[in-house]
């Protein structure tokens, strides 16, 4: 019992002694504080925020591809129609890769 008392004991000298030689700079700001967005936000020469004219931009971009992507859609639907059962034109398969390029052009600019 004795033993552990002066375990005790030591362990708290040695921690209070550790604890007074750390050095303390109140001065000083913490070392790891994430940065302001205000500051590293870089303004257009029209005064814009340079990342709300990239976010509009891709806005802008995202609904035009889209539209186009609709207007795709409705073609191939209307070639897939008027063709026959085994028969389907090339152009209906180039327009199929074109869907493909604009949904993963617009995927990225959504996950982005």
Known sequence: ?????????????????LAAQAPTFP???PRHT???DTEHDRRLPDGRS????IAK???EDSLKDAAQLVTLAEEIR?????????VVPI???????????LARKIRGRLKS
Not at 78 to 86: R, S, Y
């Open 78 to 86: 209307d070639e897939l129609q008027k063709a026959g059962n085994f």
């Open 91 to 101: 152009s209906t398969v180039k327009k199929t890769e074109e869907i493909e390029k």
């Open 50 to 53: 340079q990342t709300d004219a």
């Open 57 to 59: 931009k891709q806005h």
């Open 34 to 36: 994430p940065p302001d």
């Open 1 to 17: 019992m004795d033993l552990t008392r002066r375990a005790v004991v030591a362990l708290v000298a040695a921690s209070s002694t």
């Open 27 to 29: 001065d000083e700001p």
